[in-house]
C-alpha cells in the first residue's frame, strides 16, 4: 500500500523532503528559545547586568525569526507536496479506471468509485500532509524537550517522565477505542455517498413514483446513524482531555515543589525553572499531536486502502501484445459459447452451448423474452466480457487474439443502456469517428433518421446536449446514439434494443436505409418487437440463455413456439407496443 501511494509523490519529491527538513530547524530554534530565556534570566536580569541581557535577548531574536521563516516555509512545502500528491492519486486513479473492463466496474459501485476519487483523496492527502509536517514535528519536538529536561534538571526530570508515560499509556488506550469507531463512519459515510448517488440519479423515478418521504426517511437514517457513531468517537476523543489536564497540573506541580526546595537550597535558578514550565508543556502538547495524528493516519488507512485498491486493480480484459490488427470481414461465430458474469459453482450459466454462424454482411434479427441473456451474448462480440468456455470468433479469429482497440473498431455496438455525453451533437457524434467531416456525420445522420429532427432544431448540429443527454427524447437519443456507432465505419454493427423508443415507421425507414446504403456491414439487431427483425435474413431465438431456434420469419412461424406466440401477441396489440427503453 505504501509503494503505490509513495509512487505518485513523483514530480513533488523535493517538496516532500524539504518540508520535514524545514519543521526539523524549526523544531530545534523554537527549543533553544526557551532555553536562551533562562539564561537571560539567569545571568542577565538577576545578576543585572544589561549587556548580557542584550546579548540572549537578540539570539531570542533570532531564533524566533529563524523559526518563523522555517515554519513558513515548510507550511508552503508541505501545502505544495501534499495537493500536488492528491493530484498525482486522483489522476492515477481515473486512468486505471478508464482501463477497467465491464466485469471490473461491476464490481464496483459508481457511488463507491466516487467516494474513492473525492472523499478519500482528501483524507489521503491529510494525512499525507500530516506525516511530512506534524508526524516529524512532534516526535523530533517532545524528544528534544525531553532532552532539555534532562539537561536542565536530572532529578526533576525523571519524574515527568513517569508522568508523561502515564500519559501516554492513557491516551493511547483511548486511541485503541476511538480507531475502529471511525473506521465504522467512514464505512458509514460510503453508505451514504452511495445512496446520495442512487437518489440523484434516480430523481426522476422517485418523483414519478411519489418516493420523496420514503427516500428523504432513508436518507435521514442513514445520516442519524453517522451521527451517533460519530458522537461516540468524539466523546472518546474529548475523554483525552481530563487525562492532560491532570498531567500538566501533576507536572506543574512536581516542578514547582521540587524547582522551590532546590531554589532555596541554592541549587537552581529561577530562570531556569521558568523555562521547565515551558519544556513541559511543550512534552504534553506534543504528546497530544501525536496522538492526534495517530487517529487521522489509522483513520485515512482505510481510505488509502481503498484507492490502492482501485490504482492496483488489473483490468479483466487486457489487449494482447502484438494483438491482430486488422479484421478481415464481418463474420461471426460462437463455437460453443458458455458464459457468467462472475464465477459460479453450481453450474448455472447465463449463456449455454450457443453455437451458431453469421456469414459476413448479413442481417440477423436476436429474439427472446426480457432477461433471457441476448444483452449477455451480444456483448461477447466486442469482447465487453470474455467467455467462460467455448470462443468467439470474428471474421474467423478468436476475439481474444485480436487488439482490443481493432476489434472495438470493427464492432459498432450500441448499448442498450446507452448515454450521451455533454456537448454539442456534433462533439458526441465525433466520438465514433474524431476525424470525421460534416457531412460525414450528416449522412450518418440521415441513416439513422436523425438529420430531420436535429435540423428543426434551433442550433442543428451544434445543439447542445446536457449530461446524460436528458434535452433530447427517448427516441431521438437512440437515433443519435446509432448515428454516433455508424460514423465508426464498423464492419459489424449491433443494436441492442435500440429502436424500442422509435415510432414503427421511422424503424421502418432505418431498416430500409441499412439495406440499401450499407449493405455490407453485418447488421445484428436484437428487438422486443417481431416487426423489426422480420425481414432479417435469418433469426437467432433465445430463451433462458439457449439458442433454441434459428431461421427465417417464415421458417420460424412453423417451428418456433415463442417467436409465433410473440408474434400473434403483437399482432393482436396492433404491432406496436412500444417500451420507453432508453
Ligand atoms: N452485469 C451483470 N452482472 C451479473 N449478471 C448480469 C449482468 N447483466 C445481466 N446479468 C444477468 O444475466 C441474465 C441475462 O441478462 P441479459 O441482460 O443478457 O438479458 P436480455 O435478454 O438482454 O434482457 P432484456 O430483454 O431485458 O434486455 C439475467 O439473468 C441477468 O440477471
Ligand atoms: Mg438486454
Not at 248 to 263: E, F, P, R, T
Not at 362 to 373: A, R, V
Request: glycine share 6%.
Amino acid at each position: 500500500m505504501i509503494s503505490t501511494l509513495s509512487k505518485q509523490i513523483k514530480q513533488y519529491k523535493r517538496e516532500t523532503i524539504l518540508t520535514p527538513i524545514m519543521v526539523a530547524l524549526e523544531v530545534v530554534l523554537d527549543i533553544l528559545i526557551p532555553f536562551l530565556m533562562s539564561k537571560m534570566v539567569d545571568l542577565g536580569v538577576e545578576a543585572g547586568n544589561m549587556s548580557v541581557v542584550w546579548h540572549y535577548g537578540l539570539l531570542m531574536l533570532l531564533c524566533a525569526i529563524g523559526a518563523l521563516i522555517c515554519g513558513a516555509l515548510s507550511g508552503k512545502y508541505a501545502a505544495v507536496a501534499s495537493a500536488g500528491f492528491a493530484k498525482n492519486v486522483r489522476e492515477a486513479e481515473f486512468r486505471n479506471i478508464q482501463n477497467f473492463s465491464f466485469s471490473n466496474i461491476d464490481e464496483y459501485s459508481t457511488g463507491g468509485l466516487i467516494t474513492r476519487l473525492t472523499t478519500d483523496v482528501t483524507n489521503v492527502q491529510m494525512a499525507f500532509q500530516m506525516i511530512i509536517r506534524i508526524a516529524v514535528r512532534s516526535p523530533l519536538n517532545f524528544c528534544m524537550a525531553l532532552f532539555m529536561v534532562f539537561y536542565l534538571a536530572p532529578n526533576i526530570a525523571w519524574w515527568l517522565l513517569l508522568v508523561v508515560v502515564l500519559l501516554g499509556v492513557a491516551v493511547g488506550f483511548m486511541i485503541k477505542k476511538a480507531g475502529p469507531v471511525f473506521g465504522k463512519m467512514f464505512k458509514m459515510y460510503d453508505n451514504l455517498n452511495e445512496e446520495i448517488q442512487e437518489n440523484i440519479t434516480g430523481i426522476r423515478p422517485v418523483k414519478s413514483f411519489v418516493r420523496e418521504d420514503y427516500e428523504i426517511d432513508r436518507f435521514n437514517k442513514r445520516s442519524k446513524d453517522i451521527y451517533d457513531v460519530n458522537k461516540k468517537a468524539e466523546l472518546l476523543m474529548i475523554l483525552n482531555q481530563p487525562f492532560v489536564q491532570i498531567a500538566m497540573y501533576a507536572c506543574i506541580l512536581i516542578v514547582s515543589w521540587v524547582g522551590a526546595k532546590q531554589i532555596v537550597g541554592g541549587s537552581m535558578e529561577v530562570g531556569t525553572m521558568m523555562s521547565l514550565f515551558t519544556y513541559i508543556m511543550n512534552l504534553l502538547m506534543s504528546l497530544m499531536m501525536f496522538s492526534m495524528i495517530l487517529v487521522m493516519v489509522t483513520m485515512s488507512a482505510a481510505s488509502a486502502k481503498r484507492i490502492v485498491e482501485v490504482i492496483n486493480q488489473v483490468s479483466y480484459l487486457e489487449s494482447p501484445k502484438d494483438g491482430l490488427k486488422e479484421v478481415k470481414d464481418g463474420s461471426v461465430e460462437f463455437d460453443h459459447v458458455y458464459f457468467n458474469y462472475a464465477e459460479q459453482v453450481d453450474g448455472h450459466y447465463v449463456l449455454r452451448d450457443v453455437d451458431f454462424k453469421i456469414n459476413s454482411g448479413e442481417t440477423i434479427g436476436i429474439l427472446g423474452p426480457t432477461g433471457s441473456s441476448k444483452t449477455s451474448l451480444v456483448s461477447l462480440i466486442p469482447r465487453l466480457y470474455d467467455v467462460t468456455k467455448g470462443a468467439v470468433k470474428v471474421g474467423g479469429v478468436d476475439v481474444r487474439d485480436y487488439d482490443l482497440k481493432t476489434l472495438r473498431d470493427a464492432v459498432s455496438m450500441v448499448l442498450q443502456k446507452n448515454v450521451l455525453f455533454s456537448g454539442t451533437i456534433k462533439e458526441n457524434m465525433r466520438w465514433g469517428d474524431e476525424q470525421a467531416t460534416d457531412e460525414q456525420i450528416v449522412e450518418s445522420c440521415r441513416l439513422a433518421q436523425a438529420d430531420d429532427f436535429i435540423s428543426r432544431m434551433p442550433d442543428g448540429y451544434d445543439t447542445y446536449i446536457e449530461q446524460g443527454g436528458t434535452n433530447v427524447s427517448g427516441g431521438q437519443r437512440q437515433r443519435l446514439t446509432i448515428a454516433r456507432a455508424l460514423l465508426k465505419k464498423p464492419k459489424i454493427l449491433i443494436l441492442d434494443d435500440s429502436t424500442s423508443a422509435v415510432d414503427t415507421k421511422t424503424d421502418a425507414l432505418i431498416r430500409e436505409a441499412f439495406q440499401t446504403k450499407i449493405p455490407n456491414i453485418t447488421k445484428i439487431i436484437i428487438s422486443q418487437r417481431v416487426s423489426s427483425i422480420q425481414d432479417a435474413d435469418r433469426i437467432l431465438v433465445l430463451d433462458r440463455g439457449h439458442l433454441v431456434n434459428v431461421g427465417s420469419h417464415d421458417e420460424l412461424m412453423k417451428t418456433s413456439e415463442i417467436y409465433r406466440s410473440t408474434y400473434l401477441a403483437q399482432q393482436k396489440g396492433g404491432n406496436d407496443n412500444e417500451s420507453e427503453n432508453a
